[in-house]
């Protein structure tokens, strides 16, 4: 009988379904993983943007935590947003001497520019999220904002990358999506940039996919990493994987709803 890794979200709800934890157990469902969630935040929103957000009190938090904790044996899991300094050291404290890889996308802004992270939350996430992470998965702006360094060539992103890693990250991916003309990415092609301690930053290119319907796609591509990982992929091959299937669901997006749509999920499915 096929077995399905157990792979945790933690991260917020996103009640128009393309990106939060919505995203994530439709990409873990898709990819053969059994998805569980902790939500850190609910948000009201939709294909035009955010317009609330209502996060629990950190000890409901801890309880969602260690009742996924004690009842599954988790192969992997992500974070997503995390919303303020309370509810990140929350979380790493109840992760912190886990026995499975953890991927940590640092969301800090929604697809329609709506702040997703408390001031407070921005030090925490730089002095405390990152050092859990086996994985950190910025994109541009976010890589900026937590290494301190404008990234506007190779080097810089270099420098960037050495940061983060400084700060503890086990690996970074540095996304390619906020990239135009720099570090390898353009109009057709698109470069994700994985920086391991002690080796230059690795280029992983594909074709960049013309669509207006990208809501999710970070946390997307994170699950997908998390889901990879969980079932005994190594990183390189995970963060490949991962990016293959983003690519097959923004080929496939469409709009359900006003505004910007989502990432297909289903898409391997229909593919077939």
């Not at 050291?89 to 996308?105: G, I, K, Q, S």
């Not at 939350?121 to 290494?147: F, G, W, Y």
């Not at 086990?170 to 057709?188: M, N, Q, W, Y």
Request: proline share 5%.
């Amino acid at each position: 009988m096929r077995t399905h890794p157990c792979i945790l979200t933690v991260a917020g709800s996103d009640s128009g379904g393309g990106a939060g934890i919505q995203a994530d157990l439709k990409t873990m469902t898709v990819l053969g993983g059994f998805g569980m969630s902790v939500i850190t935040a609910l948000t009201a929103q939709n294909g035009l943007g955010v317009t609330g957000i209502h996060a629990p009190d950190t000890g409901f938090l801890r309880t969602q935590l260690r009742a996924v904790l004690d009842g599954f044996p988790v192969r992997a899991a992500k974070t997503g947003m995390l919303f303020s300094a309370p509810i990140i050291e929350t979380v790493c404290a109840e992760l912190h001497d886990r026995p499975f890889p953890l991927v940590v996308d640092p969301v800090c802004v929604s697809q329609s520019g709506h702040k997703l992270l408390r001031d407070d939350a921005v030090a925490a996430l730089r002095e405390v999220m990152i050092r859990e992470a086996d994985l950190l998965t910025p994109n541009k702006p976010e890589a900026e904002l937590l290494s301190g360094v404008e990234i506007r060539s190779l080097d810089d992103l270099r420098s960037a990358a050495k940061t983060l890693l400084d700060l503890g990250a086990r690996a970074v991916l540095i996304k390619g999506g906020h990239f135009d003309g720099e570090a390898g990415s353009d109009k057709t092609t698109l470069t994700d940039w994985l920086a391991l301690p002690g080796q230059d930053v690795m280029a992983l290119s594909h074709p960049r996919v013309d669509t207006i319907n990208n809501h999710g796609t970070g946390c997307t591509l994170s699950a997908a990493i998390a889901t990879f990982l969980g079932q005994g992929l190594d990183l390189a091959d995970a963060v490949r994987r991962a990016q293959a299937y983003l690519d097959i669901c923004l080929k496939h997006s469409y709009t359900p709803g006003k505004g910007v749509g989502p990432v297909n999920h289903a898409a391997p499915w229909e593919a077939d």
